[in-house]
């Protein structure tokens, strides 16, 4: 009696189970172009920008007009320009290193030590990500006048570190606490220092964070704007150039820059993803 | 030697040790035995420098190490979680405490797979701690720990993250590991199989203070109250009064050592199920009831007796004749017999401790 009942259920399952993989198919179909919207929506204006950076006519219409890299080889005379993504390089990487140097040591803090005032301390240290640009810019703008600085370069690599200081905080901090406090508890047991842990047990286990995170505030430093235009000097870093001459009009120069920055990026994602790689398996 | 003295410590209001005196001997096997909460990890973690003890001392070899930092502390840890550093292989994570006090790299390396050898991973020096086995991982915190040769080791709740199986093949080995290194083992566990099969001595806590401490077999047989004899081990208990004839339980009287309790005034009683002979119908000097329910387990079977308004219970042995011979049935008449030096007090009626 049981087999007769088996073999009764079975046939209601199998047409189900078919009927199921039909409709799996439509499904996937209708995901498959969603997807390829949202890719599109992301990158078919980066596609246009890279496009017509190698177009032969001055004025931006459809169809291209043809092949060329004039465009590159006028970057590569435009002095003002280098200059400006040199600036821009220096400044990115001294405001992620101050970031780092300073957002490594804060989160630490935040989840190792118990202090009063904790939580506060928690929150205005991630304040600053939720605050404008613009605010960040002027605030900072009349703190140098107050004491007198002048604006330079060091001025605007100040005003990113602070602007960027909570992006490495969070991450660094949300990494440490899913790391278990045994780690170096075990470390501490078996005879290190202090500095012998952090070395040896915490950093290579909150790396990928520190990497990441750092990565991150280089490029958002990279592309700054709002804190930049309140805090530089005679100085100019690439994406305020690129601003200030869009004033004249957007030329096949700046789609060339465009394109430029994006390979850039794209290296450095290449970058992240090969330094972030973890061995085989994972970490635990 | 170990020994803590008036060892206390509070979390704000909370107190997790209280006052806790001890003194381990040099190569013992000792285990904190009680249920979560009593205080057992907290009083490890002491002793490893991990917590600051709010009040009291300890010295390790006359040398009081209370105020000292985990890392200058003769003692080392093997986790709950192991702690594994998961970024280093098996060996460097075995040489690490050697690497971090300045020994040299191959040294440490040649000492490391000795400590390895000795827990039978040798040949997984180069695995990273996420390709082991649950068992193996265990293997290796060991290793890490005994390769510095600590004065003490400490464990805790070394066995709770393995499977049954497992679990008993550890405690072998644990056996063996604390013969072979001749080190002082400081174990702690919840659980109270663990405790009596590992340990040379075992002490109870609760609480935050200590209840007992004593040698397994002592602990079993003559608990220091009815707390102890509940937890480790099984106990039937019951109330009854001393008289001069004997002890007086259910309206039925049986024999007891004079000096079992004081006389003329109610105490609780209480045997273990496997030390007593159960009788079918009634036989003079025992408790007769009737059977209430069996529990079959394999290897014995419970038999839960109603004697006047009491509950107790019975392990029988099962055996090739006990089983064709047939269990007591519910309903049954039966007479527990219980030998008088099997019999124990634990002191006023008034209290239900366990």
Request: hydrophobic content about 45%; aromatic content about 6%; charged content about 20%.
């Amino acid at each position: 009696m049981t087999v007769v009942q088996e073999q009764v259920d079975i046939v209601p399952v199998r047409a189900k189970g078919r009927r199921r993989s039909r409709n799996g198919l439509g499904a996937r179909l209708a995901w498959g172009g969603a997807i390829a919207a949202i890719l599109a929506f992301l990158y078919l204006p980066i596609a246009v920008l890279v496009l017509f950076s190698f177009n032969s006519g001055r004025l931006l219409s459809w169809p291209i007009q043809g092949f060329t890299l004039d465009w590159y080889r006028k970057l590569a005379s435009n002095e003002q320009l280098i200059e400006a993504a040199w600036n821009s390089l220096y400044v990115a990487t001294c405001s992620t290193a101050l970031t780092l140097i300073i957002g490594v040591p804060a989160a630490l803090a935040l989840d190792r030590l118990s202090f009063p005032g904790k939580g506060l301390f928690r929150k205005l240290v991630l304040l600053p990500i939720a605050l404008p640009g613009i605010i960040t810019g002027i605030s900072m703008l009349t703190l140098f006048r107050l004491m007198g600085a002048n604006l330079s370069l060091t001025t605007v690599i100040i005003g990113h570190a602070t602007a960027l200081l909570a992006v490495v905080v969070t991450q660094v901090y949300a990494r440490l606490q899913r790391l278990p406090r045994s780690y170096e508890e075990a470390s501490a047991d078996l005879g290190a220092s202090g500095l012998q842990t952090f070395f040896f047990v915490t950093l290579p286990n909150i790396r990928t964070a520190v990497i990441g995170s750092g990565l991150l505030s280089f490029t958002l430093s990279f592309d700054e704007i709002p804190v930049t235009f309140f805090l530089t000097g005679r100085d100019n870093t690439l994406p305020m150039y690129i601003w200030s001459t869009m004033r004249r009009g957007l030329t096949p120069e700046i789609n060339a820059v465009g394109a430029l920055i994006v390979l850039a990026s794209a290296v450095l994602v290449v970058l992240s993803v090969l330094l972030l790689r973890d061995k085989p398996g994972g970490r635990a | 030697m170990i020994e803590l003295t008036g060892l206390t410590k509070r979390f704000g209001e909370v107190v997790g040790v209280d006052c806790v005196d001890l003194r381990v001997e040099e190569g013992a096997f000792v285990t904190l035995l009680g249920p979560s909460g009593c205080g057992k990890s907290t009083l490890l973690r002491m002793i490893g420098g991990f917590e600051e003890p709010t009040e009291g001392t300890i010295s390790i070899d006359g040398r009081d190490v209370t105020d000292l930092p985990p890392n200058r502390r003769p003692v080392n840890m093997v986790f709950q979680d192991y702690a594994l550093f998961p970024h280093m292989s098996v060996g460097r994570n075995v040489a690490y405490g050697l690497k971090v006090s300045g020994m040299a790299r191959s040294e440490a390396a040649a000492e490391a797979r000795k400590a390895l050898d000795m827990v039978g991973l040798a040949d997984r020096a180069e695995a990273m701690p996420h390709q082991l086995s649950g068992g193996q991982r265990q293997r290796v915190a060991l290793a890490r720990a005994i390769v510095r040769h600590p004065k003490v080791l400490l464990l805790d709740e070394p066995l709770s993250a393995l499977d049954a199986n497992l679990r008993e093949q550890m405690q072998v080995e644990l056996r063996r590991l604390h013969r072979l290194v001749g080190l002082t083992f400081i174990m702690v566990t919840h659980d109270q199989s663990e405790a009596l099969a590992m340990s040379d001595r075992i002490v109870v806590m609760r609480d935050g203070r200590v209840v007992q401490q004593a040698a397994p077999s002592e602990l079993y047989d003559k608990p220091a109250d009815a707390y102890v004899a509940g937890f480790v081990g099984t106990t039937s208990f019951f109330e009854g009064e001393m008289t001069r004839t004997g002890l007086r339980a259910f309206g039925q009287t049986i024999r007891a050592p004079k000096d079992l309790a004081p006389h003329g005034r109610p105490a609780r009683f209480g045997y273990r199920p496997e030390k007593v002979e159960l009788r079918q119908g009634h036989v003079a000097d025992g408790l007769t009831g009737h059977v209430d329910e069996l529990l079959y387990r394999g290897d014995a079977v419970r038999v839960f007796v109603n004697v006047g308004d009491g509950r107790l219970a019975v392990d029988l042995q099962v055996t090739d004749r006990a089983a064709t011979d047939g269990l007591p049935r519910p309903d049954e008449a039966v007479t527990i017999v219980i030998p008088p030096a099997r019999l124990m007090a634990f002191g006023p009626a008034a209290d239900k401790a366990a």
